[in-house]
């Protein structure tokens, strides 16, 4: 992660998706642009992120989410969520055709001069 508030980025990555309060979240700090890389440990076609929301009151720091996917960095584009998330939402990104990697990446994409926090309760990664 790009940063981390109390809670680390091993709770994206558990198997949990009900997530009633952040203590069950990966958590960032207040950034500009933060994010949150996830290691697949080998290349995979990545074809479809389901990303799921904490069911509390703070469901609206998702938003404006940019997923890429790479071997060294994240050279590959995935797909891009534009909105603000609602609370307790599952968001489903379909993944551009050639998004290759290792990894994968799911960044904010704050406004100039802004920053955000970054909670996800889970992030499931599905590849060919």
């Known amino acids: 992660m790009s940063s981390v508030f109390r809670f680390p980025k091993i709770n994206a ?3 949990i998706t009900i997530c009633p309060n952040v203590t ?6 207040q950034e500009h642009r933060p994010w949150i890389k996830i290691d697949l ?11 799921f929301n904490l069911q509390d009151h ?5 938003k404006k989410l940019n997923i890429t996917v790479g071997n060294t960095e994240t050279e590959n584009e995935c797909g891009y969520f534009g909105r603000t998330a609602g609370t307790s939402d599952q968001i489903l990104i379909l993944c551009a055709k ?3 990697g290792r990894y994968v990446m ?3 994409y704050s406004n100039p001069g802004m920053v955000d926090i970054l909670n996800i309760c889970e ?5 060919k």
Do not use: C, K, M, P
């Open 13 to 15: 990555v558990n198997n």
């Open 24 to 29: 069950y979240t990966a958590h960032s700090v």
């Open 41 to 51: 440990q080998s290349e995979y076609d990545v074809r479809r992120i389901a990303i």
């Open 58 to 62: 703070s469901g609206e720091r998702l």
């Open 98 to 100: 050639g998004a290759v």
């Open 106 to 108: 799911a960044t904010i």
């Open 123 to 127: 992030i499931q990664v599905f590849v």
